[in-house]
C-alpha cells in the first residue's frame, strides 16, 4: 500500500511538471520595446532662418519707424532746449525753456509706453503664429522621418557666441533651475536644418493650397490647432 502511495505522487509530480513545460513552451517570450528615435531642434536657429519670422521683423521695423523718428527728433530738440537754457541769462525764459524741456520729455514717456503697449501686443500674436508653425512642422516632419522624441534647445548660430561666457552662463543658468540642456547631439539627430526648410518651403507656398498630411516632409498649417 506504501509502495502504491509513492508510485501515485511520484505520477502526479511528473504530470505537473510537464505540464508546466507545456505552459513555458506555449507562453511567448516578452518582447524588448524598440528605443524611440529622438532628435533634436535649434528653436533660435529655426525663428532667425524662417521667412515669415525675418517677415514679421520688417513688419514690426516698420512699424516702427514713424515713432522711431518722432522720437529722435523730440530727443534732438530736448538737447537743443537744454542747450539753449543754459546759455539763458533772464530767469523767466529760463523756466520757459525748463517747461518745455519737461513736456517734451513727458511726450517721450508717453509715446514710449503707446509703442509698448502696441508692439507687445503684436508680439504675442505674431510669436504664437510662429511657435504654432513650427510645432505643426516639427511634428510633421517626425512622422515622416519616424522620430518619436524631438528636445528643443536654443545655441547662437555663430560658432564663437556657443562657447561665449553669455551662452555658458545662460545654460548654467537653466540647469540650476533644473532646466534640460543639450549639450551633446550626434550626427545626423539635429534636424533644425530639415524643418527650416521646410518651413520655408511651404511659406512660400502659402497663396496656393494648404499640403495635406501626406506630403513628405512636413505640413504647415497656420492657423490650425496644436495637438
Request: glycine fraction near 8%.
Amino acid at each position: 500500500m506504501k509502495k502504491m502511495l509513492v508510485t501515485t505522487a511520484i505520477f502526479a509530480v511528473a504530470a505537473l511538471v510537464g505540464h508546466q513545460v507545456v505552459v513555458n513552451a506555449q507562453t511567448p517570450a516578452p518582447q524588448t520595446a524598440a528605443a524611440p528615435k529622438v532628435a533634436v531642434v535649434n528653436i533660435g536657429k529655426v525663428f532667425q532662418q524662417y521667412s515669415k519670422a525675418q517677415t514679421f521683423k520688417k513688419e514690426m521695423e516698420e512699424t516702427l519707424k514713424p515713432y522711431k523718428d518722432a522720437a529722435k527728433a523730440i530727443q534732438a530738440h530736448v538737447v537743443k532746449l537744454t542747450e539753449e537754457g543754459k546759455a539763458e541769462k533772464d530767469q523767466q525764459r529760463r523756466e520757459a525753456y525748463d517747461k518745455a524741456i519737461t513736456e517734451n520729455r513727458r511726450k517721450l514717456e508717453d509715446m514710449d509706453r503707446d509703442v509698448r503697449k502696441l508692439v507687445g501686443k503684436k508680439q504675442e500674436e505674431q510669436l504664437q503664429v510662429l511657435w504654432r508653425d513650427v510645432n505643426n512642422i516639427v511634428k510633421a516632419y517626425s512622422n515622416t522621418n519616424g522620430i518619436q522624441i524631438v528636445m528643443g534647445y536654443g545655441d547662437p548660430t555663430e560658432a564663437m557666441e556657443i562657447e561665449g561666457i553669455p551662452n555658458i552662463g545662460r545654460k548654467m543658468n537653466a540647469l540650476d533651475m533644473g532646466s534640460t540642456v543639450c549639450l551633446y547631439s550626434a550626427p545626423g539627430t539635429d534636424i533644425s536644418d530639415g524643418v527650416i526648410a521646410t518651413l520655408n518651403h511651404y511659406y512660400g507656398q502659402a497663396s496656393t493650397a494648404a499640403p495635406t498630411s501626406n506630403t513628405k516632409g512636413a505640413v504647415l498649417q497656420t492657423g490650425g490647432t496644436q495637438k
